[in-house]
């Protein structure tokens, strides 16, 4: 039977009986030997512990059938089932545990130490506060950890005696632990305070005006700039500063921020701080210089009154850091550092719960956007239902803004989607009709609902195909059109773009009309628009997500 059990454990698949429990322990105290049969290299012990991990399912009679087995005369057998009944129930498994932390084997209070830290309550916390004092250094280093995983109040007060402790700051290791246990804790802790972004707050005179960069795509920064422009807002130009990039100096609100571009997808508010970072070698050196010096910046004055300054309750981020290494370590030491200074404490890292995020980019020096990820974007609150591959908001808003707007404007989007386009071209200004329509009937199903839920009257939807007869009347034709997998039905890309520039041709035939849409072909489409008397007007190159289409606007003279 055992020689059986040593061949079975090894496949994946096998799950043991509850009769077979007692001799598939016995297998635990087979050690740390490579398993013959395993091609992984897996230990006996690794093996049977998975093994018994697939009763798990089986609840209480599985947990009841290891449970008898603690007391085994063979301290690999105890460390082994302490290390199983934890993951089958991690709360049952506590006194157990505690009662382990005696055990006269380090490997055996070490699992239990590591349970403990799976799920604790009040008798495991002071079970693991008492052992410390006369732990071994390896058994101090995990009791913190497991304080840090599950620890409360207690435990809590107890981290911040040890970070003040001459003693801990001998054991370089045991800081870090110890740093890394107290930020988590006390990021619970804040976590139970509510926090939000007030977005219709404005930061006091003294840190007005404060630098708001719009994000966008790749080729749409030219229509940022010009829609700002457009707002009146009298704080100036906005600059594009980089790929997907526009800033400006802003005295308002972020909620007024926000508003004031649908052609960008979100705000930043860009750190100016000058601090100078290492480049990175992989040093653990560079990453607690790197880190120092994201503490520093995160903390200025400017920091502080962007992130304070707007938001209500506990200020917590997610560090988010492009171009470096071990991002987990440097997050933690990021974390450990603004817990231990009473000075940043202000400052909490929280993965799950932050309404803010600080993305850095690792250069010299040290390039941070604030993102304010929590604050309630209303502009496209109208898209509720959504069809594949249709137009983002954002990039609707800028085919909108590029065909511009005339009273006496029939717009036709004749590959309409959800209706994202004629949307945002009926919030851009007034028009005499809108049309839209697409061989689809669920894509049509949805424009109808956005439509209803933007609020919006007098735009025409049908079902038809894009070659049948058009709305009368068009002068304007606003469309994202099929690009690689939307193309179906019998027609290839080019042959799709070329029937529908002659088509729309035909269509836009009164001076003053425009076809306005994306190419992905964009040679090819100008040199067929033109062939028909369309005079290329605007071009915008535009990254779609893994390749570029052109912006065209073709305006028939």
Known sequence: MATDLRTRITDPGFTPSLRDTAAVVDLLAEGDAPDENDKNGKTVFELACKALLRLAPLGD????????????????????????????????????????????????????????????????????????????????????????????EAALIFLRTLSDDPTTAEDPELTRLVQQARAR?????????????????????????????????????????????????????????????????????????????????????????????????GTSGDDEAFAQSLVRALTSEEAKARLAGLT?????????????????????????ALAANPETAWLVNDTQQAPWEANVTRADPLAIDLLPRALLDERFAYREHDVPASSHPPLAAALARVAGVRAEDVVWDPFVGAGTELVERAKLGPYAKLFGSDRDAPAIAAARANVKKAGLDGIALRVTDVF??????VTVILTNPPMGRRVTGALDLST????????????????GSRLVWLSPQPRRTRTRAEAEGLTLSRALTIDMGGFDAELQRFDRL
Not at 107 to 117: C, K, N, P, Q
């Open 61 to 152: 009679p599985a947990w009841d059938a290891l449970a008898k087995l603690v007391g085994d005369p063979r301290p690999r057998v105890r460390a082994g089932v302490i290390d199983v009944l934890t993951q089958i129930d991690a709360e049952k498994t506590v006194p157990l545990a505690v009662r382990a932390l005696a055990d006269d084997e380090a490997a055996v209070r070490r699992r239990a130490i590591a349970a403990l830290g799976r799920k604790t309550d009040e008798r495991g916390e002071k079970a693991l506060l008492a052992l410390y004092p006369t732990a071994s250094a390896p058994h101090r280093r995990a009791i913190v950890l497991a304080l840090g995983k599950s620890g409360e």
């Open 312 to 336: 209500e309750g506990p200020v917590r981020f997610r560090l988010s850091v492009e171009g470096a290494g071990h991002k987990r370590a440097l997050v933690w030491k990021v974390a450990g």
């Open 468 to 473: 049948a007869e058009p709305p009368p009347g």
């Open 185 to 281: 804790l006390e990021r619970d802790e804040i976590r139970q305070t509510p926090s939000r972004i007030v977005g219709d707050r404005v930061l006091a005179a003294e840190h007005l005006p404060f630098a708001v960069t719009f994000l966008t795509r790749r080729g749409l920064e030219p229509l940022v700039v010009e829609e700002l422009a457009s707002r009146n807002l009298g704080l100036g130009a906005g600059r594009i500063t980089g790929e997907g990039r526009v800033t400006i100096a802003w005295r308002g609100t972020l909620e007024g921020a926000l508003a004031a571009a649908r052609c960008a997808y979100g705000i930043a508010l860009p750190l100016t701080s000058s601090t100078e970072t290492t480049e990175a070698t």
């Open 496 to 511: 799709l773009l070329d029937r529908f520039i002659l088509h729309a041709a035909k269509v836009l035939a009164k001076p």
